[in-house]
């Protein structure tokens, strides 16, 4: 499943956001990091904020499908 980190500067004492979701996508776009899903945008940046976006999911292998969550 695709995930970003979002980490801002120190001084700006913000706190840091894990975004995941199957169908999140990532585009940079006059000055924006813009995070969308299968219902539009979700999130965006401006890259004016000094925000450093990390991506930090595990790359999943094509022949090996992610395993289904397990049963209550």
């Known amino acids: 499943m695709p995930a970003y980190l979002i980490v ?5 004492r913000k706190d840091d956001i894990l975004v995941e ?7 940079v776009a006059d000055g924006w990091a ?3 899903d299968q219902h539009g945008i979700c ?3 401006p ?3 000094g925000a450093q ?3 930090v999911d595990e790359p999943q292998d ?3 499908p992610e395993p289904a969550p397990p049963k209550e």
Request: glycine share 4%; proline share 11%.
């Open 8 to 12: 801002h500067p120190r001084e700006q």
């Open 21 to 27: 979701d199957p169908h999140l996508t990532l585009a």
């Open 47 to 49: 890259a004016g904020l």
């Open 53 to 55: 976006i990390q991506r």
């Open 62 to 64: 094509p022949d090996q």
């Open 34 to 36: 813009v995070f969308s």
């Open 43 to 45: 999130l965006a940046i």
